[in-house]
């Protein structure tokens, strides 16, 4: 029996918040034609997509801005743990600094803490920090909700078990496939340790049977 809380890592961007939203809205007032979210790496460009830079503009409120997915606050809320050590589990949300922006990283948490609190929903703590694997063993936790394939796959591959949420853009990620990139002797670890889901709902399922081992 684990001692202490299990502390579960929480991706914002495409995990909590639906990230193609806001970036197709900021193309499009940026004057792009038919912009096409396919991943945290289509952020990369979005300084210079279209003829006139509305992310800029957009910047300082980006997280105000954010559209959340059914059900992923009321879940997270669930698992915030409020008795210390006697708590069942604690929830953390890390924000990749994917797109980067100007910010320094007391703003950036304040105003994740902010949207979140707006929201009417509660975590215990928040992090801005690219190398999501790092912060997760340096806080302890065990579980963590990713839809970055390959992030899921580091997590799994350090024992961490991980919820991946499926989206349009993750869907090709089979766990039937993993044998094509992982090296032999680790997929059976690998597959211990990676669930799917569709959407919170199931995730909250996960959470809570994983919590109850």
């Known amino acids: 029996m684990s001692i202490g809380p299990t502390r579960i890592l929480i991706d914002w961007g495409g995990t909590l918040v639906r990230d193609e939203l806001l970036f197709d809205t900021i193309a499009l007032k940026s004057g792009a034609n038919n912009p096409t979210y396919d991943g945290p790496h289509s952020w990369d460009s979005i300084r210079s997509i279209g003829n006139q ?16 997915y059914p059900n992923a606050l009321n879940v997270i809320s669930k698992y915030c743990g409020a008795n210390g050590r006697a708590s069942l589990s604690e929830t953390y949300i890390v924000y990749d600094n994917r797109p980067e922006l100007k910010l320094t990283k007391e703003q950036a948490t304040f105003q994740i803490a902010k949207s979140i609190s707006d929201s009417s929903a509660k975590v215990n703590g928040f992090y801005l920090e690219s190398n999501k694997l790092s912060i997760a063993k340096q806080i302890g936790c065990t579980m963590a909700i990713e839809d970055d394939p390959r992030i899921a796959l580091s997590y799994a591959n350090s024992g961490i078990k991980v ?11 089979d766990k039937d496939t993993l044998k094509l990139y992982v090296p032999e002797q680790k997929v059976s670890n690998l597959l211990d340790n990676i669930y799917l889901a569709e959407d919170w709902i199931e995730a909250d399922a996960l ?3 994983s919590i109850s081992q």
């Open 53 to 68: 830079n509305f992310f800029q503009t957009l910047e300082k409120s980006f997280f105000k801005n954010a559209t959340f």
């Open 163 to 173: 919820v991946l949420l499926l989206r349009k853009w993750n869907r090709l990620f």
């Open 207 to 209: 959470i809570k049977a």
